[in-house]
T-cell receptor, first 115, second 114 residues
């Protein structure tokens, strides 16, 4: 029962480098999300996807790119990492609203440090 | 824009004390409401949720929450906390018919002293 897995779990990168955080879910949930968690801000939505090939911006999308070529994968790419993108990143998934209660399930998080 | 407010940023209690964490949201339509818990170094886990029906919902580990529509509130309660309840608690709202995304409050850190 893998559920939702994120990789890498911990990453240190340099400013300006491209970084991709991977997210994979085994439930065939149609919705997937990327949140970042920062002290004092709670969790803020970066991007989300309602289905394969459908993505939309969240609250803080700048500097990030996502894709959803397959239902089960939702990678998040930092095109040119900045120190302000040092954060904990959580991937999440859920069934469509109205089915199964719309509960969102979270991965274990990816700790990213940009130096 | 819709928002969720958690009024207590850090709460410190002794074991066996009662807990109430406030959560208010700003949206006048139909919402789904959630409380998540995050233990130190771990991911978010669902404590309880409200979609419809009885406004008093019970969750895991003895937690409950009451939805008061007129006050736009969904406060979390527990009659007697334990040291193991030390964690960060997040209230979240999903706006009905606006996709599955959650809007989170800033979180409340709960420290329970043994």
């Amino acid at each position: 029962d893998a559920g939702i897995t994120q990789s890498p779990r911990y990453k240190i990168t340099e400013t300006g480098r491209q970084v991709t955080l991977m997210c994979h879910q085994t439930w065939s949930h149609s919705y997937m999300f990327w949140y970042r968690q920062d002290l004092g801000h709670g969790l803020r939505l970066i991007y989300y996807s309602a289905a394969a090939d459908i993505t939309d911006k969240g609250e803080v999308p700048d500097g990030y790119v996502v894709s959803r070529s397959k239902t089960e994968n939702f990678p998040l790419t930092l095109e040119s990492a900045t120190r302000s993108q040092t954060s904990v990143y959580f991937c999440a998934s859920s069934p469509p609203p109205g089915t199964g209660g719309n509960t969102i399930y979270f991965g274990e998080g990816s700790w990213l440090t940009v130096v | 824009a819709q928002s969720v407010s958690q009024h207590n940023h850090h709460v410190i209690l002794s074991e066996a004390a009662s807990l109430e964490l406030g959560c208010n949201y700003s949206y006048g339509g139909t919402v789904n409401l959630f409380w998540y818990v995050q233990y130190p170094g771990q991911h978010l886990q669902l404590l309880l949720k409200y979609f419809s029906g009885d406004p008093l919902v019970k969750g895991i580990k003895g937690f409950e929450a009451e939805f008061i529509k007129s006050k736009f509130s969904f406060n979390l309660r527990k009659p007697s906390v334990q040291w193991s309840d030390t964690a960060e608690y997040f209230c979240a709202v999903n706006i009905y018919n606006q996709g599955g995304k959650l809007i989170f409050g800033q979180g409340t850190e709960l420290s329970v002293k043994p």
